[in-house]
């Protein structure tokens, strides 16, 4: 019987989310990686809040971008191992769904947790208090983008051998722009400045990214499967 | 049906490995005599620049390769995109061999602008919006060509990196824009034609070393062509007949 591909996608949603939950260590690994990103650099700069505040933006996005990274192996390998991709695909239901559903529950468990806490790490590097809902708001989009862009590359890499590295070489050049556009809006905050201009790239992106990533992920998880 | 058995012509390994086999010296020896006299109009004919002496002369090797840096990865998208499409063993067997020869023209450009950089900026390297494009765009062909060794089945590897191709190609732009976004440091292209920004006997060794490095690139294809198609076909009949 061939349910609804809104239906499927929520029914997939569920199965990851329950999945998830049942493995909290797991949830909690991206998020301590980039606690300890954070610490490392006031360790290594400079102890001085002022000047670390001029390095903010780049170590909270290089931070989440790295553990989003950590995050994505975990996106479909598990599920490719013992079969359920393929049963996904053979399913009859829109494989395009079903991946989009999971890739909203991999940033609703890793990006949007990470952007939560981003004001723990932001503290520690001088960012002022007033700029904390924007450096929350930067880093929640942008990690919705990340993690499209990176659904791609974990698709991709499914029918390779030593996926870790080269998950990150494929997904880092595609991930510039919103890293830039990230990385200013989050400047901006920090600075008092107008965030809107970047943050409506980075939805600009994050749009282009719903509409043609989990195609993209779709085909090329379908090639992996092969 | 007549105006298509040209494309149908090549998808068959057998009359493309016998195709690129001859026009292969054509390619090299067009590409080394445009290359000569173009450097020889660059280096000899053409007048110093004004403002930059004769250290502009890198132009010469640096704007081509530029281009070409570009121009491969698109035929590389375009070559994978036909392979993915049509199906093509040949296509993707071309994609393939289009990569590294890209990369080897992105990694000139980068040094080929560094050793300008260094009299006109005076520093080998600064964070332009330009160089940083170029530099991404080293790292997608490293992507690609990682992604490609990763994958041990052949079929499969073609598959992904040529998905891994277009999805690069629609992000390009983006990518490029995204860099622009900081302040340009790097002297904006000059105009050609029109108000001549450049005399004629600047311009035509210019455009001439462009079409040589056009040639230089579709010899180097074909060669490698015929080598991927080697290694790919080792086991076909076809094989056989041609090595024996």
Known sequence: MKTRPLEAARLVMLRDLRLAFRKPSQLLQPLMFFMIVATLFPLTLTPELSRLRDAAPGVLWVGALLSSLLALEFLFRDDAQDGTLEQFALSGQSLTWMLFAKTCVHWLLTGLPLALSAPVAAVGLGVPAQAMWSVVASLALGGFALSLIGAISAGLTLGARRGGVLLSLLTLPLAVPILVFGADATQRAITGGEIAPPMYLLGAIAVLGVTLAPLAAAAAVRIGLE | ?244
């Open chain 2, 1 to 244: 049906m007549g105006t298509w058995t040209w494309f149908h012509r090549f998808g068959s390994p057998p009359w493309v490995y016998g195709f690129a086999a001859r026009w292969a010296p054509w390619f090299g020896g067009a590409a080394v005599a445009c290359m000569l006299i173009a450097l020889y109009g660059g280096l000899v004919l053409a007048p110093p620049d004004y403002q930059q002496k004769d250290a502009f002369r890198i132009v010469y090797v640096h704007a081509p390769v530029a281009t070409m840096s570009m121009a491969v990865y698109a035929t590389m998208a375009l070559a994978a995109a036909v392979g993915l499409i049509w199906r093509m063993k040949v296509a993707h067997a071309a994609a393939a061999a289009s990569a590294p020869i890209g990369a080897w023209f992105t990694v000139a450009t980068l040094a080929t602008g560094m050793l300008w950089g260094k009299p006109m900026w005076g520093a080998y390297w600064v964070w332009d919006p330009r160089l940083t494009s170029e530099l991404v765009l080293l790292f997608l062909y490293f992507g690609y060509m990682g992604l490609r060794a990763g994958i041990e089945d052949p079929q499969k590897a073609d598959k992904a990196s040529a998905m891994l191709a277009i999805v690069g190609a629609v992000n390009i732009p983006i990518i490029k824009y995204s860099v622009n976004w900081w302040n340009s440091l790097h002297q904006p292209a000059t105009r050609l034609i029109g108000e001549a920004d450049m005399v004629w006997s600047m311009v035509w060794p210019l455009l001439l070393m462009l079409a040589a490095f056009f040639l230089y690139f579709a010899w180097i294809l074909l060669i490698r062509l015929r080598a991927e198609l080697l290694r790919r076909e080792r086991n076909a009949s076809w094989i056989r007949e041609v090595v024996a």
